[in-house]
């Protein structure tokens, strides 16, 4: 089972956002966006609301799961 997600596409089209500034505004490191971006960490489901409010997207546009 995996989270796949389209963050680094949403920063780019957020005037190509930072990892650095995405964390600071959700309360996170920068390698913590790393590791969600490569899939290595599956956010908990308070980060990934955080994380598709800052982009003004819904949760499900942002993050998919594959059972």
């Known amino acids: 089972m995996r ?3 389209t963050i680094r596409r949403c920063r780019f089209d957020a005037d190509e956002m930072t990892q650095q500034a995405l ?10 966006i790393i590791a969600i971006e490569n899939a290595k ?12 409010a800052v982009f003004g997207r819904p949760l499900n546009e942002v993050f998919k799961y594959d059972p």
């Open 3 to 5: 989270v796949y997600n």
């Open 23 to 32: 964390a600071e505004r959700v309360g996170v490191t920068r390698q913590t």
């Open 41 to 52: 960490y599956s956010p908990t489901l308070e980060l990934a609301f955080k994380i598709a």
